[in-house]
Every structure is written in structure tokens, then in C-alpha cells.
């Protein structure tokens, strides 16, 4: 678990410091320190902490030596001050310190949480650097390494396409305007035209005697622009700001791709995908299978233990699917019935896994209302190198409803 150290003096802020990483960060190991004497020694513990919440002015350390220890040992700090002037921001600013957060609300608070969170994550986000000044680039990646964003460079446009195609996964691209072969603008076109909108910022950097630029930046397609020169603070906010917008819409996008109850794709996320993934598995000649499944007499357990019951059943066997069939495409598409595309799995294999699955619902008691019960399911697993999912599905289907004839808690395969 990443490790966060809280070095501060006052009760009543390390109260609510506490609150917030509490509920904030649930899945830290936060650990509070109230003087630098405490801070050295959770560092002799163990010093393995991804980033540290600390108050510049202690009993033990009036003016600052605190920030000092904490980046010699390496460690992303946030920096709380009570007094807030000109000559400390910019000394704090330059010593390297993630941010500094002046104590003037509880909102203050919020925002270094929130800030300790986003830092825990970002390793995971690539960001592209493009400028043909080299100076730039480095103050810019400088900027961008201490918050722990994973960097990439390219000197133009040109060179950008290109790391673009290396690296796909790159959620934020800060481009300068007047570079050679390719220019801002012409690259942000290019981005756009050529990769998925979704998912990727674009932030343009222009000078501020440029004026129009920025909305040009902007009309060709950038969610944003900076002015330079820029303060590291407002560089920070753009960045964050444009990156939970993102996250933002995947959330929703990833929201109405699932299914509410179980939290699998639906059946509309799971057809597209299975379309997509089932004529490339075609066309490059792969077996692959596709299964229903249709839990055994629902009702029945509906109509005796209740729909609440019925329900946890459903959360239940969601959560097989994850730890048997995690490699493979899988969804409720129906009220009891699931289906899944199991690419590289011929019919033997399908069966194979499809029958571990159903044995690890039989397994699985369920008890209700001090009863207790077991559940199964049928279902029909078909491959077949052509066919539409739909040609693929309609087998499946006919497969199951055999099945289900047969006497159910079985899975048929192939003809
Ligand atoms: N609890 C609960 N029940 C649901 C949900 N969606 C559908 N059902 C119930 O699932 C039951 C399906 O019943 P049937 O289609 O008769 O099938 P079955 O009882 O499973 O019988 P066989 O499929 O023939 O084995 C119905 O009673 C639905 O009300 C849900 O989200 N929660």
C-alpha cells in the first residue's frame, strides 16, 4: 500500500487531516507525525513514502526545515504554511516542493488531499512535452516530474505523430506553437483527425504578446491554453483541471456502460465490443468462442427468498466471472442470462472453462434468512471461424435452450 507521511503541530488541523485522508484516501498507509523529531523517526522505520503533507512551521523546525528533510530523502512534498508572502512562495517554488497550501480553510485542506491523491495516481499518465526549445522542454518536464507524471518529448510536430504511435496511452499533450516542420496548430489537427478525442488533452502554449493564438489554439481543436511565461502554480491547475475532466467523462462513459446491479458491461457494451472483437479474431484466423449463460429456476429463488435475494445471487456470480473468466469479454445481457467471447479458446477449452465456472457456482452456498441454498447455471458455448455475433449468438442460444431441455446445470457445446 503507498505510504503518505502528515507532519503538523496543531490539534485541531491534524483533526481534520486525519478526517480527510480517512475518507479521502482509503487505500493509504497515512502516517501522522506532529514534530520533525517524529517525522525522522517514521523515516527510520520505513522510508518508503510516495509523497508527504508537511507544516513549515514547527516546534522543532520553526522555518522550514521539515520541507528541507523531506526532499533529500526524495519525497514529493506539499508544503502547509500559515503565513503566506511573495519571497516564500518563490523560495518554496524553487527548492522543489510540489505546492504549497496556505491554511485558510477547511478547503485548504481539501485541496492537499486532493492533491496527495492525484499524485499517488499520476506515475500511471503519460504526458508529451513538444517544443523545439530544449530549455523549455526540460523546464517542462521538470514541472511535470515533480508531480511524478511520466514524461515524453518531441521537438515538432513531426516527431509527435511519431511518439503518438509509440505511445497511444498518452492522456495529455502540451504543445508549443512555432516549432519547425509542423507547428502547433497543424498537430493539433493531426491528433485530432488521427487519434480517439476521448481520453486525451491538448493544451496549447503561447506567449502572451501573441494574443489570438491561444484561441486559435483552442478552435483547432486544444481543450485549453497557457500563456508564457507561466507561474508552476497555475501550470498545475490547467494540467489537473483538464485531467479530471477527462477522467470525468470516463466515469460517466464507464457508467453507462455497466450494468447498475453487478457492475458488468450491459448488453449494449458488450455487443459492440464482441462485434469488434470477434471479426478481428476472424480475419486473423483465431478460435473463438461465444457462450450464454441463464442461471437455473430464478424465479423459483425469487419467489421463495425474495428479490433482494435474488439479487445478491446475481452480485454473486458477477464476481466469479471476474476470478475465473477475467482474460475474456463477459456481461449481463439479460435479467439471469450472461454471455462472454473467449478469444484464442476453441470449443474444448470454452467448455472447459465455461464448466470450471459453473462448478464454482454450485460450490458456492448461499445462505438467506438462516437458510441456506445452491444455485446453477445452464448454458450453450458455440465456435465458429465466420458468422455475424448475431449468427453467433442465435447458436449459442440454441445450444442453451438444449441445455436447459436436457435438464439444466449443463453446458453444450458445438453440434
Ligand atoms: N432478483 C432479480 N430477479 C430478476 C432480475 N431480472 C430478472 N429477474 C427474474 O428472473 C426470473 C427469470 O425467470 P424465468 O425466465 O422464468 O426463468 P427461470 O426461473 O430462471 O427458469 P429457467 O431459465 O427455465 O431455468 C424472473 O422471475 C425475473 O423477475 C433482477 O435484476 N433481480
Given at each position: 500500500m503507498p505510504r503518505l507521511l502528515i507532519v503538523e503541530d496543531s490539534s485541531t488541523v491534524m483533526r481534520v487531516l486525519k478526517h480527510l485522508a480517512s475518507t479521502r484516501l482509503p487505500n493509504v498507509d497515512t502516517v501522522f507525525a506532529t514534530s520533525m523529531a517524529e517525522a525522522k523517526q517514521a523515516f527510520i522505520q520505513?522510508?518508503?513514502?510516495?509523497a508527504a503533507i508537511v507544516?513549515?512551521?514547527?516546534?522543532?523546525?520553526?522555518?522550514g526545515e521539515v520541507v528541507e528533510f523531506t526532499l533529500k530523502q526524495g519525497v514529493s512534498t506539499i508544503v502547509l504554511t500559515g503565513n503566506f508572502n511573495e519571497q516564500r512562495r518563490k523560495s518554496l517554488v524553487d527548492s522543489g516542493v510540489v505546492d504549497y497550501v496556505v491554511k485558510e480553510s477547511r478547503h485548504a485542506y481539501h485541496y492537499a488531499l486532493k492533491l496527495a491523491r492525484r499524485l499517488k495516481t499520476n506515475h500511471r499518465i503519460k504526458v508529451m512535452v513538444v517544443d523545439d526549445s530544449k530549455m523549455s522542454r526540460n523546464h517542462i518536464r521538470n514541472l511535470l516530474e515533480r508531480h511524478l507524471y511520466r514524461v515524453i518529448e518531441a521537438q515538432d510536430g513531426l516527431e509527435a505523430i511519431e511518439q503518438m504511435g509509440i505511445?497511444?496511452?498518452?492522456r495529455l499533450v502540451i504543445t508549443d506553437f512555432e516549432?519547425?516542420?509542423?507547428d502547433g496548430f497543424k498537430l493539433v489537427n493531426e491528433i485530432r483527425s488521427k487519434f480517439d478525442k476521448r481520453g486525451l488533452a491538448i493544451i496549447g502554449l503561447s506567449s502572451v504578446?501573441?494574443?489570438?493564438l491561444s484561441a486559435q489554439f483552442i478552435k483547432h481543436g486544444a481543450n485549453d491554453f497557457l500563456n508564457k511565461p507561466f507561474y508552476p502554480e497555475e501550470f498545475y491547475c490547467r494540467i489537473s483541471q483538464n485531467l479530471e475532466a477527462i477522467e470525468l467523462i470516463e466515469e460517466i462513459e464507464d457508467a453507462a456502460n455497466r450494468?447498475?446491479?453487478?457492475?458488468l458491461y450491459n448488453r449494449r457494451a458488450f455487443f459492440e465490443r464482441a462485434e469488434a472483437l470477434i471479426s478481428k479474431a476472424q480475419k486473423k484466423q483465431v478460435p473463438t468462442s461465444f457462450c450464454i449463460i441463464d442461471l437455473d429456476n430464478f424465479k423459483l429463488i425469487n419467489d421463495e427468498y425474495g428479490h433482494a435475494c435474488g439479487d445478491e445471487v446475481l452480485k454473486r456470480f458477477a464476481r466469479l466471472f471476474d476470478k475465473h473468466c477475467e482474460k475474456f469479454l463477459y456481461a449481463r445481457i439479460g435479467g439471469e442470462e450472461f454471455a462472454m467471447v473467449m478469444v484464442g479458446l476453441d470449443n474444448d477449452k470454452a467448455l472447459t472453462l465455461v464448466n470450471g465456472l459453473r462448478q464454482a457456482l454450485v460450490a458456492q452456498a448461499i445462505e438467506w434468512d438462516g437458510k441456506q441454498f445452491h444455485v446453477s447455471f445452464s448454458g450453450g458455448v458455440i465456435t465458429d471461424s465466420e458468422g455475424s455475433v448475431d449468427h453467433l449468438y442465435n447458436r449459442a442460444d440454441e445450444m442453451l435452450y438444449r441445455a436447459k431441455e436436457a435438464g439444466r446445470n449443463m453446458v453444450f457445446g458445438n453440434d
Open positions: 520505513n522510508p518508503d513514502f510516495y507544516d513549515l512551521n514547527l516546534p522543532d523546525a520553526p522555518d505511445h497511444p496511452d498518452v516549432m519547425p516542420n509542423m504578446e501573441s494574443g489570438i450494468d447498475y446491479l453487478t457492475g
